[in-house]
Structure formats: C-alpha cells, structure tokens
C-alpha cells in the first residue's frame, strides 16, 4: 500500500474510503493476525476502483473459485493496522459475516457507503412483465428491484432504518431460506420496488464520477437518464 498520511496517521471520511468501507462489509474481510484486510470479487473491475479508492499498489491474483462459483475469482490483499483498527472502531470486525451490526458510518457518507455495500453484496434487476397482457396488449411493465442482503439480522435491520430515516424509503425486509445445499443458515434480503429504487439510485449516484461498479450503474442509468430527460 502506498504511504497515505490519510491512514497512516489519522483516518478521514472521504466518498472513496466509504465506498470501500462498503465493500469491505460485503465482500472483505479482515484477518485475525489485526493487520490484514482482504477483498474478494469475481469482477477484475470492481477490484481496481477499490485499490484506487484507498491508493493501493498490490496485485491483484487470481484465487481458488469453491464449487459454486460460476466465474473466475480474484483477491486483493494488503496491510494496515491503522485502517484494521479503525475498521474495528466502527463496527467492523473479523468473522462479521454473522454478528454484524450497526457501523459508525457519519450521515454525510452513507451513500457512498450504500454504494459500495449494493457494488458487493447487492443486486440492481429488471424485467420486461407482461403478465396481463392477456387482459389487455397494453399492460407491459418495466419491473426494477434494488436488494441488500446479509446474513445477519442487525445489520440488515440497521441498514434499513438508516435509509429511511435519512431518505424516507422502506423497502421490504423478508428472511430466506439457504441458496445453497452447503449452507444453514438464512439470509435476510432488503428489496425497493420501482419507485422507491429510482430514488434511491439517485441518491447513491449523485454524480457521474462516483467509484462504482459499472455494470450495476449501467442498469441504474437506465431509469437515472429517462427520469432526467422528462
């Protein structure tokens, strides 16, 4: 890791460290020797915007795929003890998978934590519904969801009241079963229909040069731009 006073000697809230913090609940993790951050993804993309965001030198390498895995996976992985420390500070620990909850995250970031925490474990979808079209030609509709998930109750309960307390959404919190015959355990999902994910997607994308994951903004951009040009 390149020498950053940011992180070196004092850490500050940045949109590019709150997107990070994002990916690291999601997708990272931290080691138990209290120095060592990971990050894992199948997308090369994704990788690259995170060693940006905290100006990072290490290589990324490919990784061992488990069974499941459909793509390639890749991983980042360097040493920090100020940013593990603080990473520990606000609520993120090692083996959080389960026990996370709510994280010190300053009002003024939280979409781009939001963003980073859609860009790792989250979904943007569309589709094309015609179910009644058979009662008339003209009902199509343009479906859009936007989810969270985790495993862990608290988190996914804290991430919703943040939302709606600083932007008036609710969304629908459910609980489901195991995706996989080699897990035990649920997952909790926070999903935004139509109209409350427009929103929302304006409010993480507040501009065009926010880090990202491309191909998730790509499908936001979508109903962004046609909003926009109206």
């Given amino acids: 890791m390149k020498r950053n006073h940011s992180y070196t000697d004092k850490i500050y809230w940045t949109p590019k460290l709150s997107y990070a913090v994002g990916?690291?609940?999601?997708?990272?993790s931290l080691s138990k020797d209290g120095r060592h951050i990971i990050l894992r993804s199948s997308d090369l993309q994704l990788l690259e915007t995170f060693k940006d965001c905290l100006g990072l030198s290490n290589k990324i390498s490919q990784t061992k795929n488990d069974k499941w895995a459909k793509k390639p996976c890749y991983r980042i992985q360097f040493s920090n003890v100020r940013l593990y420390r603080w990473l520990n500070q606000i609520g993120v620990t090692p083996r959080k998978t389960y026990k996370l909850g709510s994280l010190k995250i300053p009002d003024k970031y939280f979409p781009d934590f939001l963003r980073g925490h859609l860009d790792g474990d989250g979904s943007i979808s569309t589709y094309i519904d015609r179910y009644n079209t058979?009662?008339?030609?003209?009902?199509?509709?343009?479906?859009?969801?936007?989810r969270f998930v985790s495993a862990s109750k608290?988190?996914?309960l804290w991430l919703r009241n943040n939302i709606h307390r600083l932007k008036g959404l609710r969304g629908h919190l459910s609980q489901k079963g195991p995706y996989r015959k080699d897990q035990n355990v649920s997952i909790w999902e926070l999903k935004f229909g139509k109209k409350e994910s427009i929103q929302l997607l304006l409010w993480i994308y507040y501009n065009k040069n926010v880090p990202c994951l491309i191909r998730?903004?790509?499908i936001a951009e979508r109903f962004i731009n046609h909003l926009s040009s109206k």
């Fill in 154 to 156: 608290d988190h996914i």
């Fill in 134 to 146: 058979f009662k008339n030609p003209k009902y199509v509709y343009v479906r859009l969801w936007v």
């Fill in 23 to 28: 990916l690291i609940v999601t997708d990272g």
């Fill in 216 to 218: 998730k903004r790509k």
